[in-house]
């Protein structure tokens, strides 16, 4: 058997460390969260939490499986109760005792994001380089920035109306590409934003086009997917 070589032990020993303490930052965020949240969480003190949220990789606890609803850009969306650092998730028993059904959370979670990007200021989705290329980010501030792609109106006020490229690496994190970037370079930035998460969504990019929000996992036939590829 070949043990791995020391710089690969090093790397999962960071990636084990890194793990830890995330896992203790998000415990302990949630336990300073948690007391501020009544018990049980009525439908009231909820409903101007929600935020629609673009579902990542997950498995569902059989007993507490999550309201999940088409997000109206391709990706299925999961709903979550924003409480400033983190989000608590909306799980079907929760929506049950709400009587709201997955249509009605995604009604009133549109409506308070909307609320909520119409207070962003343009300046906060920051210009960089990445790879050689210019990019837009949107990243932290807020916790939901890939939810912006759900807001075609204030998407646009922040990232201007001109064609380009979007992706979600995170559900903190947006950014923005010129829409000429070559593919293998705009999926190099993508996967570099994605490993610097524990969290990635692992979403394919969106297309700005005329106006139009396209989702690149939305490709249908083989001529779409080199579009993506190449």
Not at 94 to 101: G, I, P, S
């Amino acid at each position: 058997m070949q043990l791995p070589d020391a710089p690969t032990r090093i790397r999962q020993a960071s990636m084990v460390l890194r793990l830890t303490a995330h896992i203790a930052r998000q415990n302990k965020a949630l336990a300073r969260a948690a007391k501020a949240v009544p018990k049980p969480v009525t439908w009231d003190w909820a409903a101007p939490r929600l935020m629609p949220l673009l579902a990542g990789p997950r498995y569902d606890d059989p007993a507490m499986p999550l309201v999940r609803h088409p997000s109206g850009i391709g990706p299925i969306a999961e709903f979550g109760l924003d409480l400033g650092s983190l989000f608590i998730m909306v799980d079907r028993p929760v929506a049950e005792r709400w009587e709201c059904t997955s249509a009605q959370l995604m009604e009133r979670g549109l409506r308070n994001l909307r609320e909520r990007a119409a207070k962003l200021r343009p300046d906060q989705a920051v210009t960089g380089v990445m790879s050689g290329r210019p990019i837009r980010i949107l990243q932290d501030r807020p916790i939901w920035a890939s939810s912006l792609l759900m807001d075609l109106e204030s998407l646009t006020r922040l990232f201007g109306s001109h064609d380009q490229l979007l992706a979600a690496p995170t559900t903190k994190c947006l950014v923005s590409l010129p829409a000429d970037t070559p593919g293998p370079i705009a999926a190099e930035i993508v996967v570099d934003l994605e490993a610097s998460s524990l969290e990635p969504l692992f979403l394919d990019p969106f297309a700005l086009e005329a106006g139009e929000l396209v989702w690149g996992g939305d490709a249908r036939d083989d001529d779409d997917l080199e579009d993506w590829t190449s």
